[in-house]
Each structure stands twice: as C-alpha cells, then as structure tokens.
Nanobody
Framework: QVHVVESGGGSVQAGGSLRLSCRGS??????????MGWFRQAPGKAREGVAV???????RYEDSVKGRFTISRDNAEITLDLQMNNLKPDDTAMYYC????????????????????WGQGTQVTVSS
C-alpha cells in the first residue's frame, strides 16, 4: 500500500516562493522505478498536471509553470519536491503528489489516469 504525504503549502504574495515536499512509503519495488508527478486543482476547475519526474531524473513541465517551478526527487530518501518561484494568483490551488503506475513514464499533457496513488493535498494560496 503506497502512501505519499505532501507538506509545505501556505499563503504567499505574488512573486513569492514556496517549496512543496512529498514523502513516500510502502512501494513494492524500488522508488526509482516510479515516475512521480505534481498536480493541482483550483475550486471549480479540473485537476491539472504541473510537472513529472522519472526515476532517472528526466523532467517535464506543463507550460503554465515552465521556467518558474522545478520538480526534483531523492530516490534514497523516497521524497519528491516542487520548488515554486515567482508565484502568481493563478497558481492558487490544492497541490497533490502522485505516483505513476509501474512502467509508466507519463507524457504531456499529464493525465491523472496514469497515476495510481495520491497524497491528501496541500493548499497553496497566492494573493495579489
């Protein structure tokens, strides 16, 4: 039973930064075999992909965050991070850490169906 738990959300002013973290446990195989992603969901909107990182460190970003966000992972610590810089009000959402299915290297645009385990979410609020 895979568990992932996010932390690091909060309230910041536009232009500020936050670093989200996700800690995992319960992986059947080595953590490095799983691609990991970040999604977000704002009220009244569908869940949308933010970024994904494969076990080998390859990264892909949705256009909305490209150049501002950086996804990273530590396979030894079984953690995932999202450094968010130059935050904008449109970044306001609940952010979720997600685990891709084995053998899956999710392509853009990210699809929730490619991810099988989700965290509880951490709220990010950006004020203007």
């Amino acid at each position: 039973q895979v568990h992932v738990v996010e932390s690091g959300g909060g309230s910041v002013q536009a232009g500020g930064s936050l670093r989200l973290s996700c800690r995992g446990s319960g992986f059947e195989y080595s953590y490095s075999r799983y691609s990991m992603g970040w999604f977000r969901q704002a009220p009244g909107k569908a869940r949308e992909g933010v970024a994904v990182i494969d076990g080998d460190g390859s990264t892909r970003y949705e256009d909305s965050v490209k150049g501002r966000f950086t996804i990273s992972r530590d396979n030894a610590e079984i953690t995932l991070d999202l450094q968010m810089n130059n935050l904008k009000p449109d970044d306001t959402a609940m952010y979720y850490c997600a685990v891709a299915g084995l053998f899956i290297r999710p392509r853009l645009p990210l699809r929730p169906v490619d991810f099988g385990a989700w965290g509880q979410g951490t709220q990010v609020t950006v004020s203007s």
